[in-house]
């Protein structure tokens, strides 16, 4: 009766997930490993090597062969971003000021739902199932900022349902796992148009003639992850994981607002199928990652763990929308990088029921400066955590876990888009993660 409990329990939080997963904040780029409460307290650096927490499921999918009992887990993280915009002189294409203010700040705060399940199917033999949000961005500033022909909201969610299995291959010693890693994603992107310097050759005034755009679209698809965990000896772990690229592609459509004046200006030119509603579609292609992870334990009192990871951004070069009424396709350039994030943590544990962490991390930004937009103002920062867990009874446990990100100001010099002008300047930018977590063996 337990198990059918938690099974009728899983499924109803599946629905709870589905329903929460809204707008999100950006990590690194706009990847989230904002997965676990106990986590967050030492700064991710044990997600690889942990065979206790049901959350490693998403670091490592190898983790849970080793878990002593099944068990079902579920963590909510409220991540809220500060991103302010200093102005240094954005101007037209033409060398006009960019009207309007600096945004205040366009930041949002998001919360990010994650559910874990593990069962044991045969000896040495067990499978789970994830539900979470690996990526996912949100920015939203005012539709007469500076920046608003660039930007104005940004909002991209992703759901990954992932079913795993893991065998433990040599008995306490080695576990293989993987996962198939099923993704819905929902983007709404929207920003201004400055039909006055589109038209200038009609003698329009730049930022005199704004329309707007509104662009919708989701997807299905599909990728893996692989994970390995070697226990060297009973206090030394090491996991490798390694999670693929997804090629979405994003089928929706396109809502123009665009002034009268505009509209007959451009059916004067024949081009009558331009800024009109439409299906449109855009391909997003989420990055690979591989991570390797280590865990030591000193003594009864204490443990460290430490991670590496390589994510692969350089794959964003271009956002490119195709639209189906015959208007030429908009591109916006990213070439983004690829990044490295270090990070290490710190167990105590001053009785058998409590933990006490501390982490840090030090995490690259993927965006260049001549392609830092305002819907991702990304760059290096660094963490901040701590975190506690409370072991109530033999089979309920309470994690919580706090970060404050320190990011460096990420100057924009963007340049490359002239029709929605030259913005110029820098974001000052932080974010403060609040997560909680809740774990039932049975």
Known sequence: MKKIGALLCWSSLIAAVLALTGSQAFASGFALVEQSGKGLGEAFAGGRTDTKDPSSLFYNPSAMAFMERNSVGMALSAIDITANFKDDGSRTATGMPLTGGNGGDGGETGVIPNLYYVQEVM?????????NAPFGLATKYPD???GRYHGVKSDLSIVG???TVAVEVLPDLLSLGGSVNVEYADAKLTNAID???????????????????????????VGYSLGLLCTITPDTRIGISYRSKVDHKLSGKVKFGVPATARGILDAMGLSNYFIDTHASARLTLPE???????????????????VTWTGW????????????????SVTEEHWTDI??????LNYFPDPKWTIR????????????????PRIPDNDRIWLSVGAGYQFTDDLRMDIGYAHLFINDGKSDLVNKPEAGYLLGKYETSINIFSIEGSLLF
């Open 123 to 131: 000896e040495r033999v067990k499978v789970g199932l994830t539900v």
């Open 144 to 146: 007469d900022w500076k």
């Open 161 to 163: 349902i992932s079913p």
């Open 195 to 221: 039909f006055g310097t589109i038209l200038m050759a009609a003698g329009t005034t730049p930022q005199a003639l704004d329309g707007f755009a509104d662009l919708t679209g989701d997807d299905w698809a």
């Open 289 to 307: 990652t591989l991570g390797l992870g280590a865990y030591q334990q000193l003594g009864e009192a204490f443990a460290v763990m430490a991670d």
């Open 314 to 329: 350089s794959r964003f070069k271009e956002l490119v929308v195709n639209f189906n009424s015959g208007q030429e396709p």
């Open 340 to 345: 490295m994030c270090y990070r290490l943590g």
């Open 358 to 373: 501390v982490g840090t991390a030090y995490d690259e930004g993927a965006v260049k400066t001549a392609y830092r937009t």
